[in-house]
């Protein structure tokens, strides 16, 4: 399993990579292996503000369909295009190509929150 010490962590499986106020989130390795094959990844959000634990899409597998929940408040500023061609991708590289979002971050104070890797492994039983 998977799981980046340099990224941060969501109890609903996302991983957030920060830069600034500037946020990269994904599914985890964990997620994308429990849902299987990823056939459609859909985020029809962009240019949208929404608060913490909203959800912002869906990844649709073979057998589910899952919501995608925002890991902070802010503005969803990119959708990864690539996914509309290649879903896989968040099966093959869920941490590189198989990002979905970049969001602009509201309330900072609200990175505290989100888990580092130790207790994201935790709560998976890593």
Same mark, same amino acid.
């Given at each position: =399993?998977?799981? &980046?010490? !340099? *990224? ?14 500037? +946020?990269?989130?994904? @599914? ?5 292996? $429990? *849902?299987?094959? @990823?056939?459609?990844? !859909?985020?029809?959000?962009?240019? $949208?503000?929404?608060?913490? $634990? ?13 919501? +995608?929940?925002? &890991?902070?408040?802010? !503005?969803? @500023?990119?959708? #990864?295009? *690539?996914?509309?061609?290649? &879903? !896989?991708?968040? #099966?093959?590289? &869920?941490?590189?190509?198989?990002? =979905? ?12 929150? *989100? ?7 935790? @709560?998976?039983?890593?």
């Amino acid at each position: =399993m998977n799981i &980046p010490s !340099e *990224l941060k962590y969501t109890k609903d499986h996302e991983w957030i990579k920060i830069d600034g106020d500037e +946020l990269t989130v994904g @599914i985890t390795d964990f997620a994308q292996s $429990e *849902l299987g094959d @990823i056939v459609y990844v !859909e985020v029809e959000t962009v240019d $949208e503000t929404l608060d913490i $634990e909203e959800v912002f899409g869906t990844v649709e597998a073979v057998k589910t369909v899952s919501d +995608l929940f925002l &890991p902070v408040s802010g !503005e969803i @500023i990119a959708f #990864n295009e *690539l996914l509309e061609d290649e &879903p !896989e991708k968040v #099966n093959s590289d &869920p941490y590189g190509e198989g990002w =979905m979002v970049k969001i602009k971050a509201s309330d900072v104070s609200q990175f505290d929150s *989100l888990l580092s890797a130790d207790d994201y492994k935790a @709560i998976i039983g890593a």
